[in-house]
């Protein structure tokens, strides 16, 4: 009777959709059915047959190894086991082995037949999810899956990969992302890891991969290893092998390329036909051969799956610059906005987000690399790139056309000179434009470096013309009269010393951009700039404050003024005008500063609302206390003021200060340079407080003796800088310790040390005291020390005891130091080695420290005179410490191996050899990990 009245009762829900339930609820249903449809079948072992997912060995490509292939695959099985881990991302440009080294790992975790399924599958380049199922169920060895309703087929699924425990699902060579739930992948399940390859970084984000892992080229010699290897036992003469050399540099460490390269070269024997193939793949010009057919299709496909027709152009354009050339990012988008590939934006702030994203795209597929903040191609990819612009382009960006003195283009059908295309051509004296179409499309004209002497007048006709560059043509003297370019929207002439006028500027009425520094013009006849309305950009050596006053467009002014009324003046037009949130102040007069509406000539105004602040030369300022509250300023920088002597406070005297207890309260960054009479950031009496403050850099202030002085009285029993994170001090001559022991409770969140070339420089914390304060120092993450030749010892055995979060140290050129964790000063001076002894029998632990680099420390005897559990380290080194001996750091041994241990870096096995590890055997298990 029940069974019979929850069958009515299911009945009646029938005509209620199944995607109008919660997704757990259409998952139990549909998977309820599923069962119910096995149960029916009368199959005791399910509707399809059950079999072992763990016999198919793929076929594994014979590579040579190389330290790139096996660093990372010790990282992805390290990720592999983490539990925390599910899902793991593997991306890299094409051709860079990553579907190799998978292959690899996937045959290693099938051959340690530790109970684990691993599945493979190779993912289309058009996604299907319903193929994708299909494919899955089929890997699963459960034959061909009938469902065809995608829901169901994503719970039947969802449970056969549920109750399979322990799995590894390889999606290799993934386009773009996907919801996992409506495959039926329960990557949360216990057990189940999912692994994705791709060429996109933003693929990995978007399917939440906790971890996510680059694979970058190869270095030169495992290149030239691969390529010799692919290659076959060939003899090669000097010649030859100079060339083979060369053409492995032009694959730039790419496996897919060196390996095509080799095997292309095969039984050629003649060096003037290998020398053919290397200038042909200079050149990108590799016709049908196997280059283009394997490499430079595969490289392509990361460009056509480019989201919009925008971002492609974009790409195209990085490739006219010269080979191996880092691109500043700015630099890139101005290139962007010249060729009218950005558009559709009223202010340069926002063409600089929407470049910036185009180039965080571009990088995030791999199609440009990243490095120290600027970006390059890589050469494969360039050449790629080039043979996509073939037919419409000539680019000889790089070839040093040196002793070119004329060039013509009359009557060619070429309607865009792209900027950075220019040549390099020093002696060039004639340029002639005449002839059909340019007129017309000219939109981009860069002659930067050029040594032209003169502009033809035939760039008048040039009607269409956006962009004249002209940056270090340090031979230009005329250019001709410009107001019929209406078009133009950028000039620059930077570093054009002879040119002395530009005739016409003030009838350029779409101007955006004009930079005259360093040019011939120091400032502007009065009336030209009237015109400019559209102007964004300024740069000139000076500037009248009732010419700039009109300019209601401009976002960027870098120019001085003649005079501080000039200057107030400006300021003033700038609060009347909105929201101006970055100044540079360059001061060479005896000047104070003065935040609010009023100032006079002896004063120099700054607008209340700035958010970032440099100050230079402010000669007039002994301290900010009288500035007025910044309420905005978020970045402060302060360069040679050489009168300052703290930001507020005083030392023996009392500032009234009652008026501004909170000068900068959104305060994030200081930074204090060449102040030489600075003695405390904050004296006594200063009240200072400050909320948001994350890092203080201080550096070249000789006479600097702390942070704050002694007396500093704090506003707020809660901490003064809650949130500051990171202190650099560096050639500060006076100081002898960072921070003193009393600021401690009001540096909750301090997490690293940087102290570089402090002559006295005694101690991180003076005096440290025998109890720490509660929760003191708890965050500290990284102390970094270098040539401090007075420091004896890094940090007392009290201080270890509070650094649980400590991850990196790195102790460099201190000529004195002795120790790096020791007893106290006092102890040693009073003769008092009882509490010192006591230590040899402790086990401390830093169990997050991740490296440890102690370099040039002649005196040096000891790290700690106890042992230190240190279950994270993966990287030490050992440098030019003659005198030390013990190494007192014990590693978690697993399977006679240290999981964590990377590399060990010493001088020499002389100086291996004269360490003391532990116990002989612990010391053999860890010489593979020695690197001299």
Known sequence: MNVEKLRKNFQSLEPVSIENLPPQQQVDLLMKEAEDLNIKGKFPEGLFEVGDAKVNILLERKLQAGKVFETNTKKILRCLTEDHISRLGIYGMGGVRKTTIMVHIHNRLLKKGNHINVLWIAVSQDLSIHKLQGDIWKAL?????????????????????????????????????FDLDEVGIPVEADGLKLVVTTQSFEVCRQMHCQEKIKIEPLSPNEAQSLFLKELGPEALSLKIEAVMKLIVEECAGLPLGIITMARTMRGVSD???RKDILERLKESNMGQMDMEKKVLTNLKLSYSRLSNHEVQQCFLCCALYPED?????????????????????????????????????????????NDRGMVKMHDLIRDMALHVMSATSMIKAGK????????????????????????????LATLLLNGSLWGNGLKVLNLSGCGIRELPNSILDLVNLRALLLRECRELCRIPYLGKLSSLRKLDVHGCRYLKAVEGLEMLVNLRYLDLSKSGIEILVEG??????????????????????????LETLDSSFQNVVDFNKYMRFLQQSGPHHYYQLVVNQEKSLWAGGESNEDSILIAPDVQRLVGRKCGGMTNLSNIGPLESLKVLIMEEWVNLQMLCGGVDEVIDNHDFPLLFPSLKMLTVERCPKLKYLFGNHSKVTLPHLQQIVIKNCEELQGITAAGAIFATPLPAFPNLEKIVIERCANMKSVVESELLPHLPNLREFTVQHCEKMEEIIGRAPQAMPPGALSLLTYI????????????????????????????????????????EGQQRQLGDEVSCINISSIHSSLPKLNFLNLITLPELEGIYDGTINCDSIQNIGLL?????????????ILNNSFPSLREIVVDDEASWESLEWGPPHVKSLLRPFVVF
């Open 141 to 177: 060895k459960l034959g061909g899956l009938k469902e065809e309703d995608m829901m169901k087929r994503a719970a039947m699924l969802f449970h056969q990969l549920s109750k399979r425990g322990k799995s590894v699902l390889i999606l290799d060579d993934v386009w773009e992302h």
């Open 880 to 892: 030019d410490c003659p005198k030390l001996k013990r190494i007192p750091l014990h590693l978690p």
């Open 271 to 273: 060096l003037f036909e």
């Open 528 to 553: 030209n700039l009237a015109g400019l309305a559209n102007l964004q950009y300024l740069k000139i050596v000076e500037v009248k404050g009732e010419d700039v006053t009109k300019l209601w467009a």
């Open 400 to 427: 040093g056309l040196t002793r070119l003195l004329k060039v013509s283009f009359m009557e060619n059908y070429i309607r865009v000179i792209p900027s950075n295309m220019s040549p390099n051509c020093p002696k």
């Open 784 to 823: 970094w020390i270098e040539r401090c030749p007075n420091m004896q010892k890094l940090l007392t055995h009290e201080l270890l005891l509070h650094l649980p979060n400590i991850q990196g140290i790195l102790v460099h050129d201190c000529k004195r130091m002795e120790e790096i964790i020791g007893c």
């Open 325 to 369: 050339r880092l691109i500043h990012k700015f630099e890139l988008i101005e290139f962007f906005i010249d060729e009218g590939l950005i558009g559709g934006l009223d202010k340069r702030e926002k063409f600089y987000d929407r470049g910036l994203t185009i180039l965080n795209k571009l990088e995030n597929v791999c199609l440009l690399e």
